[in-house]
């Protein structure tokens, strides 16, 4: 490992992000997500499940209050009311009981993190006040000893850490520290940032490889990368250790979660039938860390245990970790990748199938897990600044991310298709996760805040620093500020992405200035040009470094072409052979029924008629379809007119065709026109 | 309706089966399931799940001895103990108990039912006498009003009849009904027709348009044609009623299924939770017969149902049952019939998908189901002889019929893919119902004893007779008598098929003899010649009547042209768009790894390669592959070669391809090489 070129990523406070485009999206979560978020967790929405995500911390509040008090309370005895607890009456919940998904905490960390996001663009008083009122309630909730989690603290703290596998008690604790940093960072206000560390402390009290110490990991994986960032804001080296123990322990034998369940098992004075020698692939609990190979299991758990694996990695110098990251992000982009971004091919465990198989229809690539596929990916390049971390970031960010959001911010997308035909989804049951419309919220609320928090802090994504080199992996426009050496460079880009590939980059400083800018070129223009007077870059890696010393009003002119690209799959993925997708920069096209009429299947794409660089293809710069810039293709087609006969089957004949347009759109913008036919896979000759 | 053409099956007596093809099948039934058959509703096949079912017989013989014996007799109160009832120990069941699933009492009904049929052309004196015994067994369990279900005399008869959607009773009736008719007709021994007779008497008097009678009718149908059945071998109207009834009453509001889950739920002081609004598509009770026009819910059920609504339309005269019927029967075969005669294409419900839906990997297809569509069909064929039933009911029985055993008799499939790639069928729950090769057994074991009967059976599907006319459906070989007016005409057919399109009759008569032969032209052989002598056939509805006054040794000859067919699927299944595949007569052909190695997707017909009428297409008369005469065929293919990248997307290239050969095989002989890939459909340019 190269330690010179670690970065990390540069503060929010350090960016304003201009950006056409995703400055319309952070207003979005601004204006839609979080206050709609803020009300969802306070069960305030009309026709939307309760999340009792704010009542379960003040019930909790209101019982750490009386053991405070009352020397004679007495803890209840803990007692199992199912993984997601709901009232008789949902009209009148009873009070003191804890309701809900057991990882219901999380609607609330994931809502202050993008809070703290949002706020380091976009200062809002009001929205600080509310947020520093919900700390409260929170912190009123912990435990003496630090423990928070409403779950244990309501149906009983007796049996707490005793059933990591499916109670996400260790998730609750990983998205509760990355909400407290993301609002310390924002607001330097740490009320919150203690109280988690408080909790991290409790853990890391009790979990470790010192004898006596539970030899438990997280049965959903967050917490590994929530104490990596926990550490590098408090400096605390005993969250990384923690951190490192999770990761070192996961899939040692014996298998800790089948030797948890079998300690319930007789505690309850039950016989146990569980398998000793699973580990579970699920949770990516079968094999130890350093010697998987194959991404595997529940797809959200799995990049998200990538993710601090490889911070993990790059802290600890651990090169048979990072060899690991290398081999699991290589299984991802080679072989159970959709050309959306999207991962998870499967809706039985929301997980990665096997090798090649990626499905159209029934893909289940949840949203989540392209922001964690984007999170491993921005971990990787802080590593090692490869262009092919950050060309899949991209492309899971423009495609799938954005998917799960509607174009107003009012609707989500828990799941991602590649191929949709409402009806079916609607009579067949092996579809039923497909949705052909977005919906308000999910009573498992995940996607929607998952999109607020990777939206806000997208300058996170498409900036990282180290002390001699600012890395562009994104062309975010915006003004960043960079520290070289003790003075100040600010770097203005200006982008249109993804619609447009000219960015200019000039650089504004008090006084000269030395240090390495280094771009990405992205491998969708591979014939980039990048000038800066008579700065000549350096290559590696996909990166053009341009070092030196800088001077006020120095531009870097970058053009990338932003060819349309007819692209193939590799023909071991069986859905795809003979089929051909569309995309241009890292945008991929879908067509829809809104633009095509339905029956999108019998549509056909002749490559003659394409061209090597997609002559033949109309491109559109469309202002008005969708409310902001987006591009529309247009592509010569056939479609197959209807047989003569209404026979099921006939003696081949060579098939009656008229000519026709293919009028493709973005795939984010998929269904924000109605409900109708989608796909982003065409036949063709 | 044209009663002048209503015709029944010949009595199985009447044929002597000399075909090739058919009595190796018919020997393999005999020799091998129905003996295996015998031992596993006995529990003694090692390895195998128990059946229970003769066990169970037993438990209620004795129980009924106890009580004819014993007047402090008190019957037990009823318990329900599970859909499939299973010891905790199964080396020591408890006595006095039922085991099994509710319908077990079945696997006695198919079993003597198929032994009937074996016995008419194989007389067993040793085999007979095991099938006396077991009736003696299966009677001494009838309750002294006629009651025969032992799942409710063992586990509580005060619950007899109270649910009928899940439970079976109905449907063990009329298995009962049709193993006692068809070994009554076999041997003449009434003895088990008596106690049918009894059962369905005790229903009779229970159910029916009357007021104060039930309402409800099978949970999954069969006595409706069982009952048929029973009405035409005794002449006692009430079954030909009770039948009518049962096929009138399904789907009537309010629903019968919702009330009587209601009233148990009272019963049992609950809540009733159900929707009286949810008359069960499922069940095809969620409107009346007369109304539906979609065959839907489990595949089964719904062809047992048409079979039976086709039998009480020709024998009541009522149109608008039989215009049901077509309706039913023209869904299916334009919108929801495999290639390979199967139907049912998804898993959820054993049940037909939505129209056009027919995947092929995850392809339900049961056996049942494809014997069930071959019932149907020959009902349809009594009430209107025309070739386009035929067609269907060849189909199902050459292909996925025979697909559900293997070779040796030994193993069988429950469901039918038409795509198979094993190692996805492990690694994915999305195709868990597939298995690669056949099992030897199954708990719920509806198929191997549905094919045994079927089989033996194959000549009443084969030749259907009215007063002056023999019907001749399918080429099955064999001697055949008709009474034509008194008068004995012996028809002797030498047909070699499915291979072999000629077909030579030869009459045979002591006297002149005056009738109609009939004989079906199919589909796949529009220049089918026919002639005999002197006669001139008229031809109608696919059929050629020849009538006049016969002589010994007259002939009749039938040239079918074996083409081999290319063919297409309508282009609304999205499944098989730009793909064919390839027929021979009845026969649907299919390529396995064994002859071409794997990753079948990668091989690709080039149309132009095989012409109008398939001549680029070697055919092979293949006497070794599978230990009997079949054809293979050797298509003209391209195979595509391994792209120079690795990657999993890359901009469009023309691909890579060698020429191959496509080596098929008939699809009734898939995986009985081993195991391996299997495929039916094949991409084509």
Known sequence: MDKQVFSTPIDLKQITVTDTFWHRE?????????????????????????????????????????????????????????????????????????????????????????????????????????????????????????????????????????????????????????????YYQATGKDKLLRAACRFADYIADRFGPEEGKCKGYPGHEIAEMALIRLYEVTGEEKYLKLSKFFVDQRGQKPFYFAMEDKARAEKAGQKWRGNPDDGSAYHQADKPVREQDEAVGHAVRAVYLYSGMADVARLTGDDSLLAACERLWDNIVKKKLYITGGIGGTVHGEAFSYEYDLPNDSAYSETCAAIGLAFFARRMLQIKPDSKYADVMEMALYNTVLSGMALDGKSFFYVNPLAVVPSACRKDARLHHVQPTRRKWFGCACCPPNIARIVSSIASYAYTENADTLFTHLYVGGQIEKDFG??????????????????????????????????????????????????????????????????????????????????????????????????????????????????????????????????GIIREFDFDTFGHETVRLHVPARRLLPPESSALYTSWQPPREEPAKLHLVPYYTWANRGEGEMLVWFRRK
Chains 1, 2 share one sequence.
């Open 26 to 182: 952070m207003e979005l979560v601004r204006k839609e997500v979080i206050p709609y978020q803020w009300d969802a967790l306070n069960d305030r929405v009309p026709g939307a499940d309760p999340s009792w995500c704010m009542r379960n911390f003040r019930t909790a509040g209101k019982m750490m209050a009386e053991q405070r008090t009352n020397t004679q309370y007495v803890p209840p005895a803990y007692s199992y009311r199912g993984f997601n607890a709901l009232p008789d009456d949902p009209e009148h919940p009873e009070e003191g009981r804890f309701y809900g998904f057991v990882f219901q905490d999380t609607d609330f960390s994931k809502w202050i993190e993008a809070v703290g996001y949002s706020l380091t663009q976009h200062p809002d008083p009001e929205l600080e006040k509310t947020a520093d009122e919900a700390i409260d309630v929170v912190c009123a909730a912990q435990t003496p000893d630090g423990y928070l989690d409403t779950y244990y603290i309501i149906n009983g703290m007796d049996a707490a850490l005793t059933n990591l596998r499916d109670n996400h008690e260790l998730y609750c604790l990983g998205h509760l520290v990355e909400g407290a940093v993301a």
């Open 486 to 615: 003790g003075k100040k460079l600010t770097m203005q880009v200006d982008a249109k992405m993804p619609w447009h590939g000219h960015v200019y980059v000039t650089v504004r400083c008090d006084e000269p200035v030395t240090g390495t800018l280094a771009f990405r070129m992205p491998y969708w223009a591979p014939d980039t040009v990048l000038t800066c007077g008579d700065k000549q870059p350096v290559y590696k890696d996909g990166y053009a470094y341009f070092t030196g010393e800088w001077h006020d009003g120095e531009m870097i002119r970058l053009h990338m072409p932003m060819m349309i690209r007819m692209v193939a799959a590799n023909p071991a993925v069986r859905e795809d052979v003979d089929k051909v997708a569309f995309m241009r920069g890292p945008v991929t096209f879908c067509a829809e029924e809104a633009d095509n009429g339905g029956d999108l299947h019998l549509l056909r794409v002749d490559t003659r008629d394409i061209g090597d660089h997609g002559e």
